[in-house]
């Protein structure tokens, strides 16, 4: 071998360790077409129409793609509404110019999973109740919750599905004192019973609700897809609400909490919504 062929190896082998070296130490990056998701946002608003408003979601930083850039962009395009998760992926969004509505993307897996999952824990641990007494308790407020989805389902029909959650979520609010701070079996079992009559009547609504706000071409999966992302966002419900049950010593001031909190939500997200009751559910519309 020459001497000239022996150095073009000697200083290949450098440029591949160099190479190697500065993979193994710098992060990776991914270039971001703005001007494609500019033309996918008009896209899916062509599709929908000029009259449907659309949420672009930036949560967990636009998926790893730049959240305020991209919201940015998206304002730019129009977007009127970015969903988030958590204030603190909204917060910067807000200290970086961007003035479209944040909308936090909770709702009703938080109503309903928020008033259910931790409450035979709250009965036993602040009331001492037993596993028996908790489980007929818990029979109690699921059969208000049957009775409440059929009530205000049927009620929709007449008023309108927003009306109907808007009154739901509202009626609930003055059920708060029973269903969290009742002090004897009767009055625990009424409010558990009224609460679950509220916030499943809101829910009975929500399958007929969903199929009519969602475009016809996709239908058949848009509420199971919406229903499923919901109960994504609204998973670490229960953790955090035993999380703050330890910190504040109490169940019943969490619960209480929760239901003002997604209640008051509820009938703010829901007003901006439009009504779409009687609508003609066909391929196109």
Known sequence: MGAKAHAAIIAKVATTA??????????????????????????????????????AVVKADAYGHGAVECSKALEAEGARWLGVTSLDEAIPLREAGVRANILLMTGFNSFSHGTQDLYPTFLQKDHGFSAALTGGIAIIYNIGALLGGIFFGGFSERFGRKRTIIGAALLALPVIPLFAFGQSLYALATGAFLMQFMVQGAWGVIPAYLTELSPGPVRATFPGLAYQLGNLLASRNAVLQARAAEHFGSYGVVLAATVLIVAIYLVIVTAFGREAKGIELTAES
């Open 18 to 55: 160099e190479i190697l070296s500065r993979v193994a130490t710098r992060p990776t990056w991914a270039d971001v077409s703005l001007t494609t998701l500019r033309q996918n946002f008009r896209t899916v608003q062509k599709h929908v129409g000029t009259g449907v408003t659309v949420c």
